[in-house]
């Protein structure tokens, strides 16, 4: 973490400085993240001074993972099956019948730490754990005070308790949430899981079922740290940056104000310097710190000069720094240092009096939100860097620019933040509350009233102290842009006031706080009801013409993916083509295994009949596709064409899964994409050309902040035999972060589809003629029926794949004149020895058409630690025979 160190002699404390060389008290830190073990506690009848000595035998023990929970320990050790498989997850004992001392575990760690000298310092550090805990090392007891609560990072020093050998046990016992929640099919189940500060979902969601153990376990990563006498926490970095900005060019100063804790662990005491360099500046400040005390210590603002700034996605570039944080004990000892990355931005907001709702500024720029609702990454608590930066790269790739992290889950973890960071996605990030746990609605299925609810958690000072520690840990992340109390509620006013006047301005100070998630203050609700939704299949003419929330925190539907996605986790007999029941409820009659999966309630109800009815399943997944396709671009682009005047945002409901469930997801579980995804890329783009299926009026969009000009639009349409007729080409522009009509092409299409339904294919050129844009929908025949589709003849399309660097692939389709349209192509890469797909990969467009006598380019990038072998390239269309290409 810590690069080689260094000493800077300054005369004054902002300077261009001298570099000459300083000593260090050999500072490190490492994760404790191998060779665990575990047993339960029912098993164990000696106390943590027996179980933490070296001499305490740990032979029988089970092999543990830390960062990881009680069932995924299990799962590794083969004791339980895949709970996201099929109905496994009945087969798992729930801790709600089990009692909690079934998931109560003991965890053990040998690990090699000496005793340091010259007054140095080590710490031992919990990132998280859940629920409750007692920490054991060398038979001493560790935390004097209980350690609960499911979102507190705690530091111990244990240097007093160091063996002198060097050889050492850390021994953990922990306990599961108390109560942990009956999960009878209800939000949250009876919805008691919430008089915890943890997470709701984990007792089953209408996404969800129940997280058998309620991810009981040593959750989060665990630190060892070696420091000198003093500690340097929660830096505190704050850019200021007055103005309204632009992406390029040369840039008026920003400010940058660091702040830092510090604590003497010594018991002498300590003076020295805390300082950082930046820009070949140094700032620095005196400071002294008396016997195990600590202080919060403000070093001078700096003025950054021209400043590389960072925007969301879509708008510029995320431009980062990085420094390193020092205590310098004496002018010459390094006591502690924290390597910092900050991206240099401020936010802002306004209301829009025309919309009835804020919007949100980056650098004093307005940004239409795009967003995307999140859960967590996997619903077993599996975080990995690689995992959060697939999936975050994926909204980036949905040509979104805002992530909400759901209040039912947890504050996400740096790990997220920093994939947020680099990919420039805002994110609005909700405390743990939820409409349906803590009282908003009378439940028959709750346990408690909704007065009781209406007070939950029962720790309401724990719920503080954990905040404030959830603040701090994500401050500096300049994706970080909004608060957020709950979802779709408040908490409770002894926790929400101090919460937003005086722990947040305290700790952070510089983002917008929303009380609760559809709250009038974010969206002024004029129409009635919870404030946000629909949540299912609508008709893709009511997102242009329907007016709903003007910042509505969660619309959405279905979200089902391909035969190759259902057949990871569902068995080959549970297959089955779900049945529309017009009018009865629930709407389709699914299988028992869908149903499971939460298909039932949001599927696809009659969208999927006008396309034909299913022949199998396969059948009917390729259909689904086209559905997401279009409800989902259709969703966005109906936002867009009404940006500032009805709406400054939207944010889908929902665009991932932490388990393998079936509604709200433009990717599975296992990270491989469906058309959802690129059905809102085509919505979202920067600069869009689309048509509102209403009265056929071709619009652009432009969320850029400078104007396009020179836009040559291509307006096209193609019969289902691929017979092309250009029904215009005109020039356009379109003035910074706006929408514009062009023309209505209605009138065309009738006529054109009337029998058969038609091919329109709208672009965008630039001076170049080079396609800054390329839309293509399909529409159905007079009756509302895809009829031609089923017209269609094959389309014998010509396929090239070339490696173009490491991991990266461009893949040419060619469809020669004469053919029909070559409709609706799923690109997949293959692993060449199993023939299933590698996962994750990422494909600048996918699901895609191309028109007779034209190409398409679609360039992929994968890990190339997925495979060793040169990957397989498939491609099959709706009237295109897969086809199996190597890659060159």
């Known amino acids: 973490m810590f690069g080689k160190p260094g000493v800077f002699k300054c005369f004054a404390s902002v300077v261009t400085c001298l570099v000459i060389a300083f000593t260090a008290y050999g500072q490190n830190r490492y994760e404790l993240n191998s060779g665990w073990k575990m047993s339960p506690v029912k098993e164990i009848g000696e106390p943590g001074t027996s179980v933490s000595l070296r001499t305490y035998s740990t032979e029988k023990w089970k092999p543990a993972i830390v960062p990881g929970t009680v069932l995924t320990s299990m799962l590794a050790n083969k004791e339980i099956p895949d709970p996201f498989w099929g109905m496994n997850n009945e087969k798992i004992p729930d801790i709600y019948n089990t009692g909690r001392d079934y998931y109560t575990y003991w965890f053990v760690k040998d690990f090699s730490e000496e005793i340091p000298k010259s007054g140095g310092q080590v710490w031992l550090t919990f990132r998280g754990i859940n629920y409750s805990c007692e920490i054991f090392l060398n038979g001493k007891k560790v935390n004097s005070t209980p350690f609960k609560g499911m979102f507190l990072r705690k530091s111990f020093n244990i240097t007093g308790l160091l063996s002198s050998d060097g050889n050492n046990r ?35 969601w209408d996404w969800i079922r129940p997280v058998r153990d309620r991810n009981t376990g040593i959750w989060d990563k665990v630190y060892i740290e070696r420091t000198g006498p003093v500690n340097l926490k929660d830096p505190h970095i704050v850019t200021l940056v007055p103005g309204k900005r632009s992406t390029e060019g040369a840039q008026k100063a920003a400010i940058i104000k660091v702040s830092a804790d510090l604590e003497n662990a010594s018991g002498r005491s300590v003076e020295g310097v805390l300082q950082y360099t930046l820009e070949g500046s140094k700032i620095s400040r005196n400071v002294s710190i008396r016997p195990k005390s600590s202080i919060t210590v403000e070093l001078p603002d700096f003025n950054l000069k021209d400043p590389r700034l960072w925007w969301p996605a879509g708008y510029g570039k995320q431009d980062l720094y990085v420094t390193d944080l020092k205590f310098i004990e004496g002018g010459r000892n390094v006591s502690d240092s924290e390597t910092l990355s900050f991206g240099v931005r401020e936010i802002q907001t306004e209301w829009n009096p025309d919309t009835k709702s804020k919007q949100i500024l980056v650098n004093g720029q307005k940004i239409f939100i795009k967003g995307g609702n999140w859960i967590i990454s996997d619903a077993m608590l599996r975080f990995s860097k690689e995992r959060y930066d697939a999936e975050i790269r994926y909204h980036r790739d949905m040509n979104l620019n805002l992530i909400r992290i759901w209040g039912g889950a947890l504050v996400e973890r740096p790990e997220f933040y920093e994939a947020c960071d680099r990919y420039g996605l805002l994110v609005l990030q909700d405390f743990w509350m939820s409409g349906d746990c803590n009282g908003r609605w009378f439940d028959p299925m709750k346990k408690e009233d909704q007065w009781t609810r209406r007070k939950y ?37 002894d926790i929400l006031v101090p919460l937003r006047d005086s722990i947040l301005p305290r700790l952070d100070g510089t983002r917008w706080f929303i009380e609760y998630s559809n709250s009038d203050e974010m969206s002024y609700n004029f129409i009635g009801g ?27 539907s279905v979200g089902v993916g391909d035969y190759e996605s259902l057949e990871r986790f569902i068995p080959q007999e549970n297959m089955k083509v779900p049945v529309p029941r017009p009018g009865q409820q629930p709407s389709e009659e699914a299988d028992s295994v869908w149903t499971y999966h939460t298909y039932t309630g949001v599927g696809y109800e009659q969208s999927i009949e006008p396309y034909g009815k299913p022949a199998d399943i396969r059948d009917f997944a390729t259909k ?40 709200g997801q433009m990717y599975d579980y296992y990270l491989d994409p469906n058309a959802c995804l690129y059905g809102l890329r085509a919505g979202s783009r920067s600069l869009n050309i689309m048509c509102n299926p209403v009265d056929g009026m071709i619009m652009l969009v432009n969320n850029d902040f400078k104007p396009q000009r020179n836009l040559m639009l291509v307006i096209k349409s193609y019969d289902i035999s691929g017979k092309e007729k250009v029904i215009t080409q005109v020039f356009s522009y379109i003035e910074p972060s706006s929408v514009k009509k062009i023309l209505s092409v209605k009138k065309e299409l009738d006529a054109l589809g009337k029998e058969d339904g038609a091919f329109l294919s709208l ?51 060619k469809n020669p004149a004469g053919n029909p349209v070559a409709f609706f192509n799923r690109i997949s890469l293959l692993d060449p020895k199993t023939g299933k797909r590698l996962l994750p990969a990422f494909y600048d467009d996918n699901y895609v058409s191309v028109q007779p006598g034209t190409e398409k380019i679609v360039n992929i990038e994968y890990p190339a630690a997925l495979t060793a072998d040169v990957p397989l390239l498939s491609v099959k269309g709706w009237n295109v025979n897969e086809q199996k290409v190597t890659v060159r």
């Open 170 to 204: 850390l021994a953990v016992v922990v306990y599961p949430p108390d109560p942990v929640g009956n999960p009878n099919g209800g939000q949250g189940g009876d919805g008691i899981i919430a008089r915890n500060v943890s997470h709701q979902y984990v007792a089953g």
């Open 457 to 493: 958690p029962d720790d309401h000072g724990l719920f503080l102290e954990s905040a404030a520690d959830m603040i701090k840990m994500v401050r500096n992340h300049p994706s970080l842009a909004m608060w957020c109390g709950g979802n779709e509620i408040t908490p409770p006013e």
């Open 530 to 556: 919870n404030g946000d939704g629909p949540y299912t299949i609508q008709p893709v003419s009511s997102f242009w013409e329907k007016r709903t929330f003007p910042f509505n925190s969660e619309i959405g």
């Open 624 to 663: 689904a596709q086209l559905v997401n396709y279009d409800q989902y671009r259709g969703l966005m682009e109906g936002f867009s064409s009404h940006m500032w005047d009805w709406y400054t945002g939207v944010i889908i409901w929902k665009t991932q899964n932490p388990w393998t469930a079936m509604r």
């Open 763 to 813: 672009q965008i050129l630039d001076g170049n003629q080079k396609v800054l844009c390329d839309n293509f929908y399909w529409y159905p025949n007079a009756e509302g029926k895809y009829s031609g589709l089923n017209k269609m003849k094959q389309a014998e399309l010509v396929t090239e794949a070339k490696a173009a660097g490491k991991g990266k692939i461009e893949v040419t389709l």
